[in-house]
C-alpha cells in the first residue's frame, strides 16, 4: 500500500487546535489520527509534537478531527512544470 501525507489538525471544545504536520500514514482518511498521535488509550491522545514535547490531550475534549492529505512529490513536480508552461507561453503571448 502507498504512504500519503497528512496535515491533521486536533480541535478541542475550548476552540484551541493542535495541528500534526507531515504525518506519513497507509491508513485510509477516517484512521490517518492514529499515525498522527504516538499511542491513545481510552481517555488520552499522546501526539509527539518534536523531540523534546509530548502533549496529552483528553479524548473528551476533541470535538473534531481534520486530516488533510498533502500533494504528493510527484504531483508536486507536475505542477511546477505546468506553472513553468505556462510562464512560458504567457510571455510568448506578450512578445517576450
Not at 475550548?14 to 504516538?38: F, I, M, T, Y
Not at 470535538?63 to 512529490?73: A, C, G, N
Not at 507536475?78 to 513553468?84: I, K, T
Amino acid at each position: 500500500m502507498m504512504m500519503n501525507t497528512y496535515d491533521v489538525t486536533f480541535h478541542t471544545v475550548d476552540g484551541k487546535s493542535l495541528v500534526k504536520r507531515n504525518v506519513q500514514s497507509e491508513h485510509n482518511n477516517e484512521r490517518v489520527w492514529e499515525d498522527a498521535v504516538e499511542k491513545f488509550d481510552a481517555d488520552h491522545l499522546f501526539i509527539r509534537m518534536n523531540d523534546a514535547t509530548l502533549v496529552s490531550i483528553v479524548r473528551s475534549a476533541v470535538v473534531r478531527i481534520d486530516m488533510t492529505e498533502l500533494p504528493s512529490e510527484e504531483v508536486k513536480k507536475q505542477n511546477r512544470r505546468d506553472e513553468f508552461r505556462d510562464a512560458i507561453y504567457t510571455m510568448g503571448q506578450i512578445g517576450l
